[in-house]
């Protein structure tokens, strides 16, 4: 069965600073990888995905994604941290074959920005 | 336009009542799904239609019935609500056709409360 571990409740960090939310994931064959934002009493907005190809992905906001086989890995990074960006952010994963694949979403990561 | 939009946003309602949520996109897609997101804020999917036709069921109690009349709509019926069933319900949409790698678009949620 896949899944998706997002090891931190919660990340702090400084306006100015670059931030990084980590997510590690389990599923067999090549994964589909997928980076969400959930603000306040909101609906889960796309930010990012890894299909194949280049392992740093960049996406909406200025965030960027890098893959990482090896570590089973798929940490979201943003270089310069923005007070807008605090909000939820949950990764997940999706194996690339079968119509019947699902989208197995992480725990979620509170990114609290401040200044 | 809204892409995906639920109704109503908010159900309050007592245990043992039937109640129905509306989802509907007009993005194109060939695919919809219903998603609950607890307490918590686990997210789970529940449900899949591709072409109006169900492709994914998770274990869930079968007092909750979904309905896709056409591509562009999908509801869900839950029958004798229960305290345990309070959440947000969240409706998304996809392209299926050419691969499980499109991201999907979530409606602003419905939020479920039960007394």
């Known amino acids: 069965a896949q899944s998706v571990a997002q090891p931190e409740d919660q990340v702090n960090v400084a306006e100015g600073n670059p931030l990084t939310v980590k997510c590690t994931y389990s599923v067999s064959g090549n994964p589909y990888l997928f980076w969400y934002v959930q603000y306040p009493n909101r609906g889960l907005q796309f930010l990012l995905k890894?299909?194949?190809?280049?392992?740093l992905v960049k996406g909406s906001y200025g965030f960027e994604a890098e893959f990482n086989k090896s570590q089973t890995s798929f940490h979201l990074k943003k270089p310069s941290a923005l007070v807008s960006d605090s909000a939820l952010y949950f990764c997940a994963v999706r194996a690339p074959t079968g119509t019947a694949s699902k989208l197995t979403f992480g725990t979620g990561t509170r990114l609290q920005v401040t200044l | 336009d809204t892409a995906v939009s639920q109704t109503p946003k908010y159900l309050v309602t007592q245990m043992g009542n039937d109640k129905s949520i509306k989802c509907e996109q007009n993005?194109?897609?060939?695919?919809m799904y219903w998603y609950k997101q607890d307490s918590k804020k686990f997210l789970k999917i529940m449900f899949s239609y591709n072409n109006k036709e169900l492709i994914i069921n998770e274990t869930v109690p079968n007092r909750f019935s979904p309905k896709s009349p056409d591509k562009a709509h999908l509801n869900l019926h839950i029958n004798s609500l229960e305290l345990g069933d309070s959440a947000v319900y969240f409706c998304a949409s996809s392209h299926l056709r050419g691969g499980n790698y499109n991201e999907q678009f979530f409606g602003p949620g419905t939020r479920l409360t039960v007394l």
């Open positions: 890894y299909i194949t190809g280049d392992n």
């Open positions: 993005l194109g897609h060939d695919t």
